[in-house]
């Protein structure tokens, strides 16, 4: 088992920046992919980025790519999510997730992700 633990949402105003992180416990945190996903009140949990077990390689979705970064320290079991130029569209519970296979299968979406965190609610403001 693999518990995750997120923090760092909040309200913010739309231009702002926010850091999320998510803390990892259980098994070994350099064996899993790791991402963040987003879902707003009545729509599917949606994919925002992911990344590698060794942090060298990244994906993300095309809403957030030149916004948002991703990135984890193995040595401290915690994957981080930069938020910067936040718009008021981004406003959702954010998800971390950890997943045995590929940062790249993660991409296809939240069926069949291993570890699910409980989720921070982020709201940005117009």
């Known amino acids: 088992q693999v518990q995750l633990v997120e923090s760092g949402g909040g309200l913010v105003q739309a231009g702002d920046s926010l850091r999320l992180s998510c803390a990892a416990s259980?098994?070994?945190?350099?064996?899993?992919?790791m991402g963040w996903f987003r879902q707003v009140p009545g729509k599917e949990r949606e994919f925002v980025t992911t990344?590698?077990?060794?942090?060298?390689?990244?994906y993300y979705a095309d809403s957030v790519k030149g916004r948002f970064t991703i990135s984890r320290d193995n040595a401290k079991n915690t994957v981080y999510l930069q938020m910067d130029s936040l718009k008021p569209e981004d406003t959702a519970v954010y998800y971390c997730?950890?997943?045995?296979?590929?940062?790249?299968?993660?991409?296809?979406?939240?069926?069949?992700?291993?570890?699910w965190g409980k989720g921070t609610l982020v709201t940005v403001s117009s």
């Open positions: 997730a950890a997943d045995r296979g590929t940062s790249s299968s993660m991409r296809r979406g939240p069926t069949g992700i291993d570890f």
């Open positions: 259980g098994r070994t945190f350099n064996d899993y992919s």
């Open positions: 990344i590698n077990t060794s942090g060298a390689t990244t």
